[in-house]
């Protein structure tokens, strides 16, 4: 068993984490919303690691259509997966909304990947990780349902908040999957990457300026960013440890307020019902 898969593979954390795994021996799948813009990337890794066995496919996770055929292809090929690494996010600058009537961020960073992992789980088993990527930003999320879903808050648009609300939820379901799978073997992580130099953190918004001053002494590179993940995916430690949320390669301390949270149950039941026509 080791097939591994990576969203958003062709990004500045997505490569690292790629090259990383490859390094390691794993058959990887960069999943990809453009797969044949990825191919370079592809082929660069393929050099730099030695490892021929680096694939692209098409994934769009602002459409469950798009990510549950991907996964059925996965269930087609039926072989085992050992690590799923849900990396792929977004910050938009507008509302947009998908064609499923969910908001974009929504769909990308937390919809979306909570559909592939439900899809994949029946590939996974003894010694399998998923690794969730989230953000500090959790700790000023809110979940005001049903606007979470269709508008990514109440009120009007503000991107910001809108990502903590994702990353938020993506927090609650790792701990709540953790729990759910725990007796098959499964370990279940997030990991916060930091502030990281990606397109996600490009500001448009006429504070952007300041926010940019006033951050980017503490901005890191992808490699540092993506260490954190890394680590969960293949360090023999971390293998041994499952329903945390990691920072700076290392388990952080959280409290009931996250572990015990009182929408955790009704954020996992409201999920189910928007994607259960694709389970």
């Known amino acids: 068993m080791n097939l591994a898969v990576i969203t958003g593979a062709d990004g500045g954390m997505g490569m690292e984490i790629t090259r990383a795994v490859a390094t390691a021996g794993y058959q990887v799948i960069m999943a990809c ?18 490892n021929p ?25 039926g072989e085992p997966l050992a690590l799923l690494m849900n990396n792929a996010g977004t910050m938009e600058t507008e509302r947009r909304i998908t064609e499923d009537g ?25 010694g399998s990780r ?6 500090c930003t959790y700790a000023i999320g809110h979940l005001d349902f049903p606007d979470f879903f269709l508008r990514g808050k109440k009120g009007g648009f503000w991107r910001i ?16 999957l953790a729990s759910r799978v725990k007796h098959k073997g499964i370990v ?7 502030i990281v130099s990606t397109n996600i953190i490009t500001m448009h918004m006429w504070f952007d300026p300041l926010t940019d001053m006033l951050f980017r002494p503490f901005i890191r590179t992808p490699r540092k960013g993506a260490a954190t993940a890394v680590g969960l995916l293949l360090d023999e430690d971390a293998g041994k440890r499952t329903g945390t949320l990691n920072a700076s390669c290392r388990p952080k301390s959280l409290s009931e307020k996250y572990t015990r949270h009182v929408q955790m149950e009704e954020l996992w039941e409201r999920t189910e019902n928007i994607v259960k026509k694709w389970l």
Do not use: C
């Not at 990825?38 to 730099?48: C, T, V, Y």
């Not at 969910?102 to 909570?114: A, D, F, K, W």
């Open 33 to 50: 919303r453009d797969p044949q813009a990825a191919e370079p990337k592809r082929q660069l890794l393929m050099r730099e690691t030695g």
């Open 53 to 77: 066995r680096i694939e692209t496919a098409p994934i769009d996770l602002a459409s469950l259509a798009s990510v549950a055929a991907f996964a059925e292809h996965l269930l087609k090929r």
């Open 102 to 126: 969910l908001e974009r961020t929504v769909s990308v960073n937390y919809v979306g990947p909570y559909l592939l992992t439900r899809k994949l789980l029946p590939l996974m088993g003894e």
């Open 130 to 135: 998923i690794v969730n990527m989230v953000s």
């Open 161 to 176: 908040p809108i990502y903590s609300n994702t990353k938020l939820a993506l927090t609650l379901f790792t701990i709540d």
């Open 188 to 194: 279940v992580n997030a990991a916060d990457p930091g």
